[in-house]
């Protein structure tokens, strides 16, 4: 058995001598020795700059694997442009069914228009990409800002979660049905075909805020069966994650209950300082109020992009596409994710269009509030990273950020247009002109490494300093 306290009996007789620990604090063989004195690097190196340093690595964090993920998925906008321009075909099979490729050949149609109606649909798609926007939410706003109630404060967080889950109900259902029909498909044949007795119980065509009914047949039917499943025979695999997933959307679903969200509105107005601001407002005319929002509006009316949805989600299931092209749609679904989740802190935007017979696609990333650090509000800026691809002209990027009627912009084009680099300047110079903008400066060169979203914004970084753990 080895001796880690190094304390030996020498072999030369002299029992009562000590052999001293060989390792030495200075030995250059010797590497990563810990100096309990001072807070050094996990790896006890130096002379690594703090960028590698960050990327290199991994606190097992949700949001380092966050960023990982950001780093390592292929860029949305050539995948996109693939599809598009080869009009879905360059990834499918020839063997396409026919309501798919009706599907494609529709959506290829909607893609058709002018660049007013090109101007209305960006409004239109970042009027659906927030949804607490508007007077109403912009009182509730200030309301949060300034109080310093914690009762309050907690009042309006309580509503606010409450209608955000109402109104997602309908998505909602779906989820759950998906995770059910999962859990399924991961489960033996006898528990599946029970659990698909107790899913016909549950309506998927309920109205935002009629929850009961569905809630009680999950909570009461569903998830004790599924439970007694787990219990019966200790399934710790892939059925095991989609029941976490079930509950979790089980319990959002709930929380959206009308009654539930009526009770947690008469209590916010139960505040003086809500009323003073809001006045007495009714439960009709609160409904009013938010069936109006610009959210609402533009949900019903973002057919295009549910459309572009739908085909990647049939895309994903292989069944009409052919499996080898689940892959790529797959890579689409994934890097739309990624752009809608919690930890990017940018409005993102996608613009697929056909004018005037010119296929193009754009993605846009926007920082509403660029503002410095320390800055006041007159300091505060937007800050727009632009991706687009015209099919037969090429690739562009653009890095813009605006002050009011000021803006600085950086152009970057196909080499085989820097021939046009003055005609170039001059073009976005009357643009701009043309619409009142002032430009205090404009570099357009040649495009020679696509940007990264986060050398574009630094601040996607600013997390990584905080304790984050994945659990």
Known sequence: MADLLKVTTPLTGQENSTRTNPIRENDPNIQNIVNPSKVIRPDGREGVSADTQRKALNYESNYETFMQMVRDTPGLTKMITELIYSRMGIVVSSGLGENFTQEIANFMEMLKMTEAELVYFLKNQAASAVKFKGAFFNVLRQILEQSSSVDLRTSILDFLKRYNDMSAGPHLMNQIMQNLQNIRQSIPRSYGDTLAELMSKLYTGSEPGNTSANASVLKNEIIPYLSKYVSATYDLGKARDW????????????????????????????????????????????????????????????????????????????????????????????????????????????????????????????????????????????????????????????????????????????????????????????IMERNGIHSTS????????????????????????????RI
Request: aromatic share 10%; no cysteine.
């Open 243 to 430: 029941m976490t997933m079930l509950t979790l959307n089980t319990a959002r679903y709930e929380n959206g209950e009308k009654s539930a969200f009526l009770q947690a509105f008469s209590h916010l107005m139960g505040f003086s300082s809500v009323r003073e601001k809001l006045g007495d407002i009714s439960p009709e005319q609160l409904e009013k109020i938010l069936a109006n929002t610009e959210f609402e509006r533009a949900a019903q009316q973002y057919t295009l992009m549910d459309k572009l949805t739908e085909i990647l989600e049939r895309g994903i299931n292989g069944k009409e596409t052919g499996y080898e092209a689940k892959s790529v749609f797959a890579n689409i679904i994934n890097s739309l994710l990624l752009n809608e989740s919690v930890y990017m802190p940018l409005l993102h935007l996608m613009i697929p269009a056909d004018i005037d017979g010119k296929l193009m696609f754009s993605e846009m990333w926007i920082d509403p509030d660029d503002r410095s650090e320390g800055g006041t509000q007159e300091e505060k800026q937007t800050k727009l990273f632009i991706k687009f691809d015209i099919k037969d002209v090429g690739y562009f990027e653009m890095i813009l950020l605006s002050r009011g009627e000021t803006v600085d912009m950086q152009l970057f084009y196909p080499e085989r247009l820097a021939v046009h680099k003055k005609m170039i300047q001059e073009g976005i110079s009357n």
């Open 442 to 469: 404009l570099y357009t060169d040649v495009l020679q490494t696509p940007k990264t979203i986060s050398e574009v914004f630094p601040k996607l970084y600013e997390r990584m300093n905080a304790v984050n753990v």
